[in-house]
């Protein structure tokens, strides 16, 4: 039953999506989602943009601030850490240790969510196939994974002993390897390690939220207003 301390999710199933579901599961706290089809254009409504101006999911509305006040975040890193510190999990206390894992989680937002995010843009959506362009995203995926299969040969997790925000964040960017060009048994350390974490019960729950909706983009009408011209119109 929602109540004051419930809080409200603005997502969509997509892996910046999954990682706040996730995170949310993980930590045991109570939330709503309300679903923002992307696809159709619900981030470009006054009340999202409100939350959201970059007209992106996820964001978060906790009626429970740290002063005790409602807050609104978006950025799904930012959310992250912000759950983090509300619950004090998935992110260590100690200075040597919590640096560790923000920079994972940095590597993962500048790096991994965009060039595999632009790697997935060239291979699947673009309406004509653009060598030099998925040449040079399927080339980044394939370095990327390799730094992350280099780090997991030395450490369970990525940031360390410990299961983070880092691993939340990475762990739903690799689920669609295949459209990415990549071949997981190419890194061994990166199977095992994802493997782990696809067996985690709230992962498991975390990558079902909303996911009864979410459908391929195919029509021109959704290409339209995530790729053309709606996403540029000033508002
Ligand atoms: N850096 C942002 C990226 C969020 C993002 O790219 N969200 C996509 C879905 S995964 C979105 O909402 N796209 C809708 C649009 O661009 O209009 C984050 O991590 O929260």
Redesign the pocket.
């Known amino acids: 039953m929602p109540d004051s301390k419930t809080i409200d999710v603005y997502s ?1 199933p ?4 999954h ?1 706040v579901h996730i995170m949310l599961e993980e930590c045991g706290l109570p939330y709503r989602v309300h679903p ?1 089809n ?1 696809g159709k ?1 619900d ?2 409504a006054p009340e999202f943009l409100a939350i ?1 101006p ?6 978060i509305v906790d009626p429970e601030g740290p002063d005790g006040k409602p807050i609104s975040l ?6 992250l850490v912000y759950l983090a510190g509300k619950t004090g999990q998935f992110l260590p206390k100690g200075d040597r240790e919590r640096y560790d894992v923000l920079q994972w989680l940095m590597f993962q ?1 500048g790096g991994v ?2 060039m595999l ?1 632009q790697a997935h843009h060239f291979r699947m959506y673009a309406p004509e196939k653009i060598p030099y362009a998925v040449d040079r995203y399927t080339n980044e995926a394939k370095r990327l994974y390799g730094v992350i299969d280099k780090q997991l040969a030395k450490q369970r997790y990525i940031a360390g002993k410990d299961y983070s925000i880092a691993d939340i964040a990475i762990f739903p960017w690799l689920r669609s390897w295949q459209n990415q060009g990549i071949v997981l048994e190419d890194y061994p350390h990166l199977k095992k390690w994802f493997d782990a974490i696809a067996e985690r019960p709230a992962v498991q729950r975390g990558v079902k939220v909303l996911a009864e909706l979410r459908k391929p983009i195919t029509d021109d009408k959704s290409r339209e ?2 790729f053309g011209k ?2 540029y119109e000033r508002r």
């Open positions: 969509w997509t892996p910046n999506g990682k923002v992307i254009g981030q470009f959201s970059n007209n992106k999911i996820p964001a978006f950025e799904s890193g930012a959310i937002m969510g965009p995010g207003i995530l709606t996403q």
